[in-house]
């Protein structure tokens, strides 16, 4: 191998890849630049300049009208709880079904399996689905927000798989020393499991932040929308009215506002994926190249 790479072909390959690389780089790089850039510039500078990466001056006028409405830090409230509440039922209800899955004793395995792989390929529908949420009494509830998404059929799939391929020799020893079922999972199963729970934590968490779609059909109370779907209302309408008359700013930046509220919707998620990304290419494998 390091022959090739010795090689004018070689070289001329490796000059190219790296090239080619550094470009894809930039341009997924750059952009999320800008869009940091942009929301420290004025509203001058932005109708100005079509792309920059430096903002000739420093504003924090729309950082100053977000944080000072009880809307938006609303919203985050609700966000960072629907996140965090449903990725703590998603993993339990996702860890809990995949372990007894994984055990090829369990009556009715292959009915349940085949069940969940059905429902990975069709789905009741948009409308279908709101005539359940409806009949729960979970319209206008965070819940909405959860439960009818709580368990991601794919990722139930890796976890069994990555459940069915745990040392059996470990459950046998458990058992000999009197451990039982729920206690062989939590002592010993969960343990062994930390880079997938890490991973699909990681999965879950990304999934609830940036999920708007859902909020648009279940939530019409403006004070539980979470922060994706305000987003998403800003992006759409010029001029979105905060619902704050006492708001530092009186007339908000609207350019500077959008990308600003962006990096704040952003920042967590990119914050919060340091913490799992040791565990996260390592989780993905063991649980899918097994199976």
Known sequence: ????????????????????????????????????????????????RAFFLIPETFSLDAYSYIFSTSTFIRSIGVSVFVTVAGTLVSLALTLTM????????LLGRNVFLNLIIFSMVFTGGMIPTYIVVRSLGLLDSLWALILPMAINPFYLIIVKTFFQHLPEELEEAAKIDGCTEIGIFWRIVLPLSK?????FALFYAVFYWNDFFNALLYISDSSKWPVQLLLQQLMMIANVDFGEMDAMLADPPEESLKLAVIVVATVPILIFYPFLQKHFAKGVMLGSVKG
């Open 1 to 48: 191998m390091n022959k090739m790479h010795n090689t004018p072909a070689g070289r001329v390959f490796d000059v190219f890849n790296h090239v080619l690389l550094v470009v894809i780089a930039l341009v997924t790089f750059l952009p999320f630049v800008y869009v940091v850039a942009g929301s420290f510039a004025t509203e001058a500078e932005l109708s100005r």
């Open 195 to 199: 880079p997938v729970i890490a991973t």
């Open 98 to 105: 995949a372990y007894p899955l994984s055990r090829k004793k």
